[in-house]
């Protein structure tokens, strides 16, 4: 997600992010090259990535959903078991924060073939002597571009929904922590509406990207 990728940024010298992202380019760029002399070629390669990133989207959704029913079972447990309520919402806490992070892990690798993909396709379309193919080739082009664009900006406004519910998660995970007593089951209350209003809108961006990814998809699957 965008908030995880500039936590993970800032840890690392300007010197150390550039040589990291030349290494991984160089990396990424040796491995299209392997995949396109077995066969598989970049196209694929998104096809691939962008069923990844709709599955991980998917899991985050269920995850997050079942989260939300943890904390509002939480509220109605009496105090005598509110030690295992905490654990068991730290697990969930711990588990959405990984589903989101997989999420996050595989838009980045969208955008690392789409990007050595659209390259490659553009500086092609000079070496056609047809040009109705040229210019056939240029309107696939810009119109796979176009629906790629609409699927990535969805996956984007989905992924930005997870850091405010999972920073939500965490501030009451912690608070119960330390306030194992009807205090904090009175603070959870007060907390659960916002939660359901936070996720229910997560979750409809979720499905809005996965609907997305599907049309893409089947944009780029092969017509029999």
């Known amino acids: 997600m965008a908030v995880l990728r500039h936590a993970r940024l800032t840890t690392w010298a300007p010197a ?27 196209r694929d390669i998104l096809s691939d990535r962008v069923v990844a990133a709709r599955d991980a989207q998917q899991d ?14 939480v509220v109605t447990v009496p105090e005598s078991k509110l030690s295992r309520a905490y654990g ?24 690392s073939v789409a990007q050595a993909l659209f390259s490659e396709w553009e500086g092609e379309l ?26 990535l900006d969805a996956m984007h406004r989905a992924e930005d929904t997870m850091p405010p519910v999972l920073t939500a998660m965490h501030d009451n995970v912690l ?21 359901e209003t936070q996720i229910a809108t997560l979750r409809r961006e979720m499905q809005a990207s996965i609907e997305r990814s599907n049309r893409f998809i089947d944009g780029m699957t092969p017509m029999d």
């Open 126 to 151: 000079d070496q056609y002597q047809n040009q109705t193919y040229r210019r056939q080739s240029e309107r696939e082009l810009e119109q796979t571009r176009q629906r790629y664009s609409e699927m």
């Open 88 to 111: 068991e919402l730290e697990s969930d806490y711990e588990r959405s924060q990984a589903a989101a992070e997989r999420v996050s892990q595989r838009i980045d690798a969208i955008e």
């Open 60 to 73: 985050a959704d269920e995850q997050f959903s079942s989260a939300l029913e943890r904390y509002q079972s």
């Open 175 to 195: 608070f119960l922590k330390h306030n194992l007593n009807a205090r904090a089951i009175g603070a959870l209350k007060g907390e659960v509406n916002q939660l």
């Open 16 to 42: 150390g992010v550039l040589l990291a992202s030349l290494l991984l380019s160089g990396c990424q760029s040796a491995y299209y090259d392997v995949m396109e002399q077995a066969g598989v070629h970049k």
